[in-house]
């Protein structure tokens, strides 16, 4: 078996705190998803833990599980990240019933002390740096969950808390107890709705915010148009806003886009996730790939910085472009908190 190898040429990221938490990060993550969920055909566990392997040797810090992908995704990260645990933030998510997200949501505080002990297992390590519950569970009430947070990070097997797809009111009722280092929601140039509320909360609290889908599930680097198939399998399949038609209404949005990229010579993912950077320095958004290129390229987007007329200019496009279709399928919509 070959070891991994800790090399001194591994890239130097520059880093970003989440809020006022003292949690520091690379200031582009790695959203391990889609290694054996969502996207189609499963990973190979050794290419998986190579690719994770791989964005810490570009600099990526930052690495995103969750119970809910499967048990294999938190062992690929697992066994990818042990010789490097004390250089990186393992971030996972607890709160579906029987990890599912089809069968509900389940954040009972036995439940989550449950899940918190498998995690620490599959990933190999004796502390979760940043425990988040999936998604807010009505049947719950959230300061439950909180304490029953709070209790695991007194007992030293969790360092901090955080919550996905919640809304203000969840947001502050958990702050309330247990201190939320991160907010992590869906948040890119085709889905902008935290910037009504919930980027102002996580502001007045000092609390993180952690964008996943940064890319719009990919439609925003430019390779998919109307045109494009998803394997059997692909989380897409079933996704309003990836329908044929969607596809081509939105298509504006990804040519201004381009249109920028091509004058910078940059990508079309980099300065997507450079404008993301751009709008709060407490910002980390979690691009997630199976190919190491792609990975490659998103970690670059970290030293792209926009200018204030190309900042602008996304602005106006923003302005006259309508995006078309829902994010989720129904039963998805019904479990994020409003």
Same mark, same amino acid.
């Given at each position: 078996?070959?070891?991994?190898?800790?090399?001194?040429?591994?890239?130097?990221?520059?880093?970003?705190?989440?809020?006022?938490?003292?949690?520091?990060?690379?200031?582009? /993550?790695?959203?391990?998803?889609?290694?054996?969920? +969502? @996207? %189609?055909?499963?990973? =190979?566990?050794?290419? *998986?833990? #190579? &690719? !994770?392997?791989?964005?810490?040797?570009? /600099?990526?810090?930052?690495?995103?599980?969750?119970? +809910? @992908? %499967?048990?294999?995704? =938190?062992?690929?990260? *697992?066994? #990818? &990240? !042990?010789?490097?645990?004390?250089?990186?933030?393992?971030?996972?998510?607890?709160?579906?019933?029987?990890?599912?997200?089809?069968?509900?949501?389940?954040?009972?505080?036995?439940? !989550?002390?449950?899940?918190?002990?498998?995690?620490?297992?599959?990933?190999?390590?004796?502390?979760?740096?940043?425990?988040?519950?999936?998604?807010?569970?009505?049947?719950?009430?959230?300061?439950?969950?909180?304490?029953?947070?709070?209790?695991?990070?007194?007992?030293?097997?969790?360092?901090?808390?955080?919550?996905?797809?919640?809304?203000?009111?969840?947001?502050?009722?958990?702050?309330?107890?247990?201190?939320?280092?991160?907010?992590?929601?869906?948040?890119?140039?085709?889905?902008?709705?935290?910037?009504?509320?919930?980027?102002?909360?996580?502001?007045?609290?000092?609390?993180?915010?952690?964008?996943?889908?940064?890319?719009?599930?990919?439609?925003?680097?430019?390779?998919?148009?109307?045109?494009?198939?998803?394997?059997?399998?692909?989380?897409?399949?079933?996704?309003?806003?990836?329908?044929?038609?969607?596809?081509?209404?939105?298509?504006?949005?990804?040519?201004?886009?381009?249109?920028?990229?091509?004058?910078?010579?940059?990508?079309?993912?980099?300065?997507?996730?450079?404008?993301?950077?751009?709008?709060?320095?407490?910002?980390?958004?979690?691009?997630?790939?199976?190919?190491?290129?792609?990975?490659?390229?998103?970690?670059?987007?970290?030293?792209?910085?926009?200018?204030?007329?190309?900042?602008?200019?996304?602005?106006?496009?923003?302005?006259?472009?309508?995006?078309?279709?829902?994010?989720?399928?129904?039963?998805?919509?019904?479990?994020?908190?409003?």
């Amino acid at each position: 078996m070959v070891l991994f190898e800790i090399t001194e040429e591994a890239t130097t990221m520059r880093k970003r705190a989440l809020g006022t938490s003292g949690l520091e990060v690379s200031a582009i /993550g790695f959203g391990c998803m889609g290694i054996s969920f +969502a @996207y %189609g055909r499963p990973m =190979e566990r050794a290419a *998986g833990v #190579a &690719l !994770v392997r791989e964005a810490f040797e570009s /600099g990526i810090t930052f690495f995103d599980t969750a119970e +809910a @992908y %499967g048990a294999a995704n =938190e062992e690929i990260v *697992g066994e #990818a &990240l !042990v010789p490097v645990r004390d250089r990186v933030v393992l971030a996972t998510k607890f709160g579906f019933k029987n990890g599912n997200s089809r069968e509900g949501t389940d954040s009972r505080p036995e439940r !989550v002390r449950q899940v918190a002990e498998a995690s620490l297992r599959r990933l190999r390590t004796d502390r979760i740096d940043l425990f988040y519950q999936h998604r807010v569970d009505p049947a719950v009430p959230i300061e439950d969950v909180a304490g029953a947070v709070k209790e695991l990070i007194q007992q030293g097997k969790v360092r901090h808390f955080g919550l996905s797809e919640a809304g203000t009111a969840s947001i502050r009722r958990a702050h309330a107890v247990q201190r939320v280092t991160a907010l992590q929601s869906e948040y890119s140039l085709w889905w902008r709705e935290p910037e009504k509320d919930v980027l102002p909360t996580c502001e007045e609290l000092g609390i993180g915010f952690v964008p996943f889908s940064p890319l719009g599930r990919g439609f925003l680097t430019g390779t998919i148009d109307a045109t494009t198939s998803f394997e059997k399998g692909d989380f897409r399949n079933s996704v309003p806003r990836f329908s044929p038609e969607a596809r081509r209404a939105n298509q504006a949005l990804v040519d201004a886009v381009g249109a920028i990229a091509a004058r910078r010579k940059a990508t079309a993912a980099q300065i997507a996730l450079a404008w993301l950077l751009a709008q709060r320095a407490w910002i980390v958004p979690i691009p997630g790939t199976t190919r190491p290129e792609r990975m490659k390229e998103n970690a670059a987007a970290a030293t792209v910085e926009l200018t204030d007329d190309e900042r602008r200019e996304l602005a106006e496009a923003l302005a006259r472009i309508q995006v078309v279709g829902d994010r989720y399928p129904a039963h998805l919509s019904a479990l994020v908190d409003r």
